[in-house]
């Protein structure tokens, strides 16, 4: 019956220039209409005057205008520029091309020069003139060519050229993901440096505690029991600056990695972890508008395409592979008559192929290809549904750590104000050590959460500036860049294949 039904698609289509490929209808977006906008997603941020986006999109927002500090846009410069990941996405980039080419090529003829020279021996009885060894020279040209009939070459020529475009976005996404990861990085050990000082002051503050404690032990005045209590936190403090010290030079190497080399020492000054001023009030649009600003979503989409074109090129292996071979030059039994008048020789050999029998593999083929779309459009709306939720989840965190903050830094002030208090009371022997003890560590514990959550919603706005689609161009107002095209390519200097147009053209 699968024969049959093929048959019938192939009338159906030599009309409409023999081509197998099903047409290509994007899947609907499995997603809601619009990103959530009530409950805690209704709480807008606040913005100063030069720290907003205007009303402009994510991708129309170059990420030195999203980050705005000197030191970092430097740092994010140089891993363009270095990063070993971005360069294998790049070298892909060129291998789906030279693929794409390959493919390609196939749809016109062949033609090679050719040279030989044939040596034969027969036995006497059997050569009519009586020699034994008879030879041949030839020179000339050879051509062969597939005729497309029934498109399966342009159908793989449209798979190869839809892998390249997905290789093309995958290769955006890469710079785009290096450009968060970079940001990310570098805000991580600005928060690491916060806490290595607020262990420090810690630190300082439990060590004069200690002394007093000691003091007063040795006089006879103190207990033992107020001295260990302020031996364990100032030794808490020293073990918890070893393991920030750790993970800042773990930070620190982590970034090299991302850039690719040791940091410069000639960086500008950076701002503090606090006075980041990234832009909170990139408008989110609608989760349409992601199918156009997601480069990942980009290539889930070629990549089904990919996989629709295949489902052509398997149908039409069912068909009749029509070639044409021919040879045009000169033939002659000695070398010095090779090009003499009257040595020209020719063939035309024209060749059909009919597949009868094949042990089912062209059905397997064609249910594979069909099996393969499918697993391609279910990865495409999952690509969707990720999206949705990378955004929601950024719009989310943008409406809430503003508030997160303020009550931490309430309770800071709080906790500061109740260990100065604590410590009168103590000297003044209303209380014990230990609602010194207890101050301390409360103090010490809320600086740390307030720390956490400034980078915290740090990360989570880069996230969200990453989910809209920013961080293609570097500068707002730039003309945005080919997927394919190298980083940081100006505008003088014209990447190869800088547009869809030039790969199916050239």
Known sequence: ??????IAIAAATLAAGCSFQPRYERPAAPVAAAFPASGVYATQPTTSAGDTAAGRAAVDIGWREFFADPRLQQIIQIALENNRDLRVSVLNVDAARAQYRVTRAQLFPAINAQGSKQVQRVPADLSPSGQTISQEYQAGFNASWEIDFWGRIRSLKDQALEKYLATAQARKAAEISLVSQVAQQYLQMLAVDDLLKITDDTLK??????????????NGTGSELDLRQAETIVEQARANRAAQARARAQAENALVLLIGEPLPDDLPPGRSLEDQRLLTDIPAGLPSDLLTRRPDIMQAEATLRAANANIGAARAAFFPRISLTSSVGSASPTLGGLFKAGSAAWTFAPQITLPIFEGGQNLANLDLANVQKRIEIANYEKAIQSAFREVADGLAARSTY?????????????????LDLSQLRYKNGVDSYLQVLTAQTNLYSVQQSLVNARVARLDSLVSLYVALGGGWIANTGDTPRPADAPAMVGAASAPVGASAASKTNG
């Not at 019956?1 to 093929?6: A, E, I, P, T, V």
């Not at 503003?402 to 109740?418: G, K, N, P, V, Y």
């Open 1 to 6: 019956m699968k024969r049959y039904s093929l």
């Open 205 to 218: 503050t439990a060590e004069a505690s200690y002394s007093l404690t000691k003091l007063q032990f040795e």
């Open 402 to 418: 503003d508030e997160q903050i303020r009550s931490l830094e309430r309770t800071t002030f709080a906790q500061s104000r109740t």
